[in-house]
Each structure stands twice: as structure tokens, then as C-alpha cells.
């Protein structure tokens, strides 16, 4: 089974507005890792947190880690209407050689 | 620098046909990865791969087969073709998960319909 499970499954916002999508997981993790989907193109990297941060910055994007409640979150500020994409978390779990995505939440950002 | 390259970009197979999906690497990655994405249920591991000449199941492996002969290509194949393997196809690479994780490098995909 899937291990991260993002949450809501969409969000529409106005421009301008932040955008908050959460994601959990179920066993410990080594890295967290949020990705971005334009319709119909191949994933792109956002931005990566391991286990032992709490907290992660790129540009517009805020990323938390709650180990001990198994979720992270990401913040993107200030969004655009070029945000509209599908945003996904992926996790490796200790021990695994896997990369295992959730199902994603869909993000539109009107203008 | 091409990335990540899957071959071919489309495809329609007849329910029973077989073919092989080709993604190639140019950054030196030891993992390579085979996901398929169906609406509603994002991404799926199908094989893995952590070097040449390794591969592993992932969580929906049955149907698929793989091969890694060279650390720069990773085959998906389906042996005999079903309309539930219709799908979009993604290859990734990366250096590795673990404590010296990296971010994984995705292809664009191959949209496969199987009738």
C-alpha cells in the first residue's frame, strides 16, 4: 500500500492566497520529498527534508516534518496562477530501497 | 544533459501483445524506478532497480517484468498485454534513498493503451 497520504485531495485558492497540503505517513522515514506535476508531464523535484529537520525553505515553498506524528506539510506562499499543478509526496521508509509516492492533491490557483 | 529519457512517448498494443518500455539515464544514478499512474490513485511502484544487474518488485509488480543489463538503461516489459495495463508510464532515477537520499529525476512519461 501507498505510504503517504496527502491531504485534501484538492484546494482551489485565489491568486495571491496560500496554499497548505499536508501529507502522512505510516512507518519511520529517512526523507520526505514533495514533488510537483504539471497536467500530463513528468514529475519535478520541490524540495527534500530528512528525518532529522523539522523545517525547510525554497523560495516560496515552506516544508515542516512532524516525525512523531508521521506528517509533513507544504506551504506555498503568495501562490500564482502558474501554481496550478498536482503536488505529491514521496517517502523512503528506514530500511527501504524504495521511493513510494501518495495519491497527491490537485492545486488550482485562479487568477 | 537529457535527464531521464523514456522510449517510446505513445503507444496502443492489442489485448495479448507484448513490448518493452526503454528509459535511459545520463547522471551516473545507481537507483532506477518504474511507476505507472492511474486517475485517482497517484503513483505506483511497479520494479526498482538499486544497481545494474539488480531488480526488486514493487507494489504492483504482477504482469511487468524488468531488466537493468546496463546502469544506464532500466526495460519495463509486459509479456502479454490486458486493459487494465493501460496507464501512464514514468521511469525515475536517483542516487539513492537512505541517509544520503537524493531527489529522484523523472521521465515524461509513456501513455500506453492497451484495447
Known amino acids: 500500500s501507498q505510504q503517504g497520504e496527502e491531504d485534501p485531495q484538492a484546494l482551489s485558492i485565489q491568486e495571491g492566497e496560500n496554499a497548505t497540503m499536508n501529507c502522512s505517513y505510516k512507518t519511520s522515514i529517512n526523507n520526505l520529498q514533495w514533488y510537483r506535476q504539471n497536467s500530463g508531464r513528468g514529475l519535478v523535484h520541490l524540495i527534500l527534508?530528512?528525518?532529522?529537520?523539522r523545517e525547510k525553505h525554497s523560495g516560496r515553498l515552506r516544508v515542516t516534518l512532524d516525525t512523531s506524528k508521521k506528517s509533513s506539510s507544504l506551504l506555498i506562499t503568495a501562490s500564482r496562477a502558474a501554481d496550478t499543478a498536482s503536488y505529491f509526496c514521496?517517502?523512503?521508509?528506514?530500511?527501504?530501497?524504495?521511493?513510494?509516492f501518495g495519491k497527491g492533491t490537485k492545486l488550482t490557483v485562479n487568477p | 544533459n537529457a535527464g531521464v529519457t523514456q522510449t517510446p512517448k505513445f503507444r496502443v498494443l492489442k489485448t495479448g501483445q507484448s513490448m518493452t518500455l526503454l528509459c535511459a539515464q545520463d547522471?551516473?544514478?545507481?537507483?532506477m524506478y518504474w511507476y505507472r499512474q492511474d486517475p485517482g490513485m497517484g503513483l505506483r511502484l511497479i520494479h526498482y532497480s538499486v544497481g545494474e544487474g539488480t531488480t526488486a518488485k514493487g507494489e504492483v509488480p504482477d504482469g511487468y517484468n524488468v531488466s537493468r543489463l546496463k546502469k544506464q538503461n532500466f526495460l519495463l516489459g509486459l509479456e502479454s498485454a490486458a486493459p487494465s495495463q493501460t496507464s501512464v508510464y514514468f521511469c525515475a532515477s536517483s542516487a539513492g534513498t537512505g541517509r544520503g537520499g537524493a531527489e529522484a529525476f523523472f521521465g515524461q512519461g509513456t501513455r500506453l493503451t492497451v484495447v
Open positions: 547522471m551516473n544514478h545507481e537507483y
Open positions: 514521496a517517502t523512503d521508509a528506514n530500511g527501504s530501497e524504495k521511493l513510494v
Open positions: 527534508i530528512r528525518s532529522n529537520e
